[in-house]
């Protein structure tokens, strides 16, 4: 079983930046890839970013070129750099990963808030 612990939400101005972070912790043999999905009220989660074992990345576009993710094997630990931050990026940030074989966990989640 895979625990996952989100942190770094939180408000901040149109234009800003946060840095999401989330550590997986419990019991597995493998972590093959982890991401970063977001929900709003009213609709389905959606996936913001990827990031496989050997580095390989993918990404909405709706968040090409402003989030970047990275990942500290040795920590198990997932990154979400946010940059140049719209208020329509609100949402819950819930991080997730695929494990041992077709095993999925989630986090549960982190609110972000983007407004003046």
């Known amino acids: 079983q895979v625990q996952l612990v989100e942190s770094g939400g939180g408000l901040v101005q149109p234009g800003g930046s946060l840095r999401l972070s989330c550590a997986a912790s419990g019991s597995f043999t493998s972590i093959n890839a982890m991401g970063w999905h977001r929900q709003t009220p009213g609709k389905q989660r959606e996936l913001v970013a990827l990031i496989i074992n050997g580095g390989g990345t993918h990404y909405a576009d709706f968040v090409k070129g402003r989030f970047t993710i990275s990942r500290d094997n040795a920590k198990n630990t997932v990154y979400l750099q946010m940059n140049s931050l719209k208020p329509e990026d609100t949402a819950v940030y819930y991080c997730?990963?695929?494990?041992?074989?077709?095993?999925?966990?989630w986090g549960q989640g982190t609110q972000v808030t983007v407004s003046s």
């Open positions: 997730n990963t695929l494990f041992n074989i077709g095993r999925v966990a």
